[in-house]
């Protein structure tokens, strides 16, 4: 079915370039103004018809190399009655302005109730043909018909275009030559850059992250003392307030109603090298007109192509209609030639946030790669691979300089470098997906904009504090996020930065609780938040009903019930050790250690109190163990898939943020253990938009959010 379903797909143009329409002059006449200023095309039975040929960006000296020509449209089958479409037939093929062809009758049948927008490309045309008889048509509005269509003829309705200087840029916009300094970026009105009315911030005051804690009992004895005793710190930031059309198939309005969320910077860095030809390349320009087609207009977007050197190919624009438009058309000026060279590509990336006039609240780049790069990164015997030389300086997420910019990086196919991608998130401050299948890349770029779409809080800091007075903390278990220890180890701060909508995040720390037989009641802990609300720009700070107290009864009162809670997070942190260390193995060649280490924490896992009580999250723990000892079976598994696999892993369980994994097609796993509802949105908006219908039941997919282990049930 899988075959099939690909076959499917070459045939109805899935896997061509993305194209949009180009923008036409209101003088021209209505002969010329179609499909890039030639005759608009009505095939005859003998099969002869225009070609469209975009406006070409002038080559640069940066080595990419742009397509002299737009691909032309596949004239194999009609996407719209899926019947072949071949010369001598009997029917007109009519080719529209994104130069997808289709039978006459069969578009202008579609276009005759409104519909505007391309069935295969989902470009929004400016003129759309539709049936009239002919001897009812002024003869300049007539084209050329073949004698078996001559009582029908196309007639060419125009649309509305876009207005003033913008239009116009969108046929000169790629003749400029890249700037020295990316201070071009298109000004944000300060009104609009959030859309988020008045009326809606008051409401929201409420709305603030939710902090719950949990000690790992209930009690100790006043005549005892525990060493390593586990609080965990639970928080869960705020809706967004957002609402999404998922699963409408109206291309007429915004993809999203966005009334309550932060807008957004987005760069994204795409391989195009040499072994990004093909399908590989196809799939990406589609998953890219997805990003684009659901950025807002106060979100702005720039495209960095990268192969043996890297190039600016669009500058930072807003998501307007004009602003789309010219960004599908710059992706789809994409091809693909040279070598990999990912330095070059972060490099001009960060040049476009650095050199920025205007700022949006939240700043993203999304990174894209199949390959090694060998341009940049050194490797010296006995002292290691040099990752950092990959990333700029600037965007360190520890550097001090204040610029945020973390660095979503996807790894594609099984040729990628898994070590360098992973590296250059973490180094970021970024998550690392690995794109095993490559029909899932739309959906893990929906993902991942699902998240950054949703941001509701900025520069979330959680202190730690101890109240007893004998307390000292003895370790805070929060992955990759920073962490310090001050006071004589009584007070402790993460830096935990932004949360999506709904997002959640679990610290454990412990405590050694001292002998008290004053009280019957111990204080040990107070926790307090401060963050900034990236709508109102405003400091929030949060510390009601956050004190962590626990009994101290004379004698003990038996055996306690472990917090569940407690137990659970204990095991994904037990899990991601596991997993870390059995990578360390697999790197030395030993396998079969790697493989026993992975072994032994599933059996411990089984054996805890979140097994025994049937926890959803132990048992996709458990899930993953297994699946990552399956690829590392032998060294040429491992390479092609485990290394990947396990670091993508390591990268959502260090955040706590969802990354996509392999091909996403095992409903136990865990490899959306913490998905948003934005996020769960977007993916269902990517898997709908086939055509308006569902997608295939063999299609690899990123799960919907109801196999997930449940975390919002947390009483």
């Known amino acids: 079915m899988g075959s099939k379903w690909t076959k499917l797909k070459l045939a109805l143009g899935l896997d061509s370039c993305v194209h949009i329409p180009r923008s036409f002059d209101n003088s021209s006449s209505a002969a010329t103004r179609f499909s890039g200023g030639v005759s608009p095309t009505v095939v005859s039975p003998a099969g002869d018809s225009s070609s469209y040929r975009p406006s070409t960006p002038t080559p640069s000296s940066s080595g990419l190399r742009l397509p002299k020509s737009g691909p032309k449209s596949p004239k194999g089958t009609c996407a719209i009655c899926l019947y072949t479409m071949k010369p001598g037939q009997g029917h007109a093929i009519f080719t529209a302005e994104c130069s997808h062809s289709f039978h006459f009758h069969c578009i202008t049948s579609n276009v005759k109730h409104g519909n505007q927008i391309c069935p295969v490309c989902r470009a929004k045309w400016k003129e759309v043909p539709f049936q009239s008889p002919a001897s009812n048509m002024p003869y300049d509005r007539l084209n050329q018909v073949s004698p078996r269509e001559e009582g029908w003829a196309t007639v060419l309705r125009r649309l509305p275009s876009p207005q003033g200087d913008a239009a116009r840029q969108i046929s000169s916009l790629y003749h400029v030559t890249e700037p020295a300094i990316f201070d071009d970026d298109e000004a944000l009105d300060q009104q609009t850059s959030v859309t988020h009315p008045k009326n809606e911030i008051d409401n929201d005051v409420i709305n603030t992250v939710e902090i719950k804690t949990y000690p790992e009992v209930s009690s100790v004895p006043k005549s005892a003392s525990r060493d390593a005793f586990a609080v965990l710190i639970h928080l869960k930031a705020p809706h967004s307030g957002r609402k999404q ?76 209609d004009t602003g789309r438009q010219q960004a599908l058309q710059a992706v789809n000026s994409l091809v693909s030639n040279g070598g990999t060279n990912i330095a070059e590509g972060l490099r001009k990336g960060t040049k476009v946030f650095s050199d920025r006039r205007w700022k949006n609240s939240v700043s993203s780049i999304i990174l894209l790669s199949d390959g090694q790069d060998t341009y940049t990164v050194n490797s010296r015997p006995n002292v290691g691979t040099d990752y950092l030389s990959l990333v700029p300086n600037s965007i360190h997420r520890n550097n001090g300089t204040g610029m945020q910019i973390p660095v979503h990086a996807f790894g594609f196919g099984s040729d990628h470098d898994a070590t360098s991608m992973h590296s250059i998130s973490e180094i970021s401050g970024g998550t690392f997906s690995f794109i095993e299948a490559e029909d ?48 004589n180890a009584r007070l402790a701060t993460i830096s935990v930065g932004d949360l999506y909508a709904e997002e959640e995040r679990d610290f454990l720390v412990t405590v050694n609780v001292p002998v008290d037989q004053s009280s019957d009641e111990t204080s040990l802990l107070t926790v307090r938040c401060l963050y900034r609300d990236p709508i109102t720009k405003e400091m929030v700070a949060l510390e009601e009903n956050s004190e ?81 000892q399956e690829r590392m079976a032998n060294q040429r598994v491992y390479e092609q898939s485990g290394r990947a696999y396990v670091l993508s892993g390591l990268s959502s369980h260090s955040w706590q943020r969802a990354t996509a994994r392999g091909d996403s097609t095992d409903s136990t796993s865990l490899v959306q253990a913490y998905q948003t509802p934005s996020m769960v949105d977007m993916v269902t908006r990517s898997q709908t938009m086939v055509f308006g219908a569902p997608v295939p039941q063999n299609k690899r997919v990123l799960r919907p959010a109801k196999s997930f282990p449940d975390r919002q049930r947390r009483q």
């Open 440 to 487: 899932v890349i739309q959906d893990a770029f929906a993902q991942c904009i699902g998240g950054l779409l949703s941001v509701v809080v900025q520069e979330l800091q959680v202190q730690v504090r101890c109240v007893h007075p004998q307390l000292q903390l003895s370790s805070v278990k929060a992955g990759s996020y920073q962490t310090s220890l001050m006071g």
């Open 548 to 628: 962590v107290k626990i009994l101290r009864p004379d004698v003990g009162g038996g055996e306690l019930v472990v917090s569940i809670e407690v137990d659970r997070q204990r095991n994904r942190l037990r899990a991601a050790e596991a997993m870390a260390e059995a990578r360390v193995a697999a790197e030395q060649g030993d396998l079969s250690t790697a493989v026993s280490v992975l072994d032994s924490c599933h059996k411990a896992l089984s054996e805890t109190v979140s097994a025994h009580a049937g926890d959803r999250l132990c048992v996709a723990l458990s899930a993953e163990l297994k699946e990552m």
């Open 245 to 320: 059309n998922i699963g409408e198939n109206n291309t007429e309005s915004p993809p999203l109603v966005e009334n309550s969320r932060a807008s957004v910077d987005l760069v994204t860095v795409l391989d195009v090298s040499g072994s990004m030809a093909g399908t590989k390349l196809a799939l990406l320009k589609r998953a890219m007109g997805f990003v684009i087609q659901n950025l807002g207009p106060s979100d702005r977007l720039s495209v960095i192509a990268f192969s043996s050197t890297a190039r600016r190919i669009f500058p930072l624009r807003k998501m307007t």
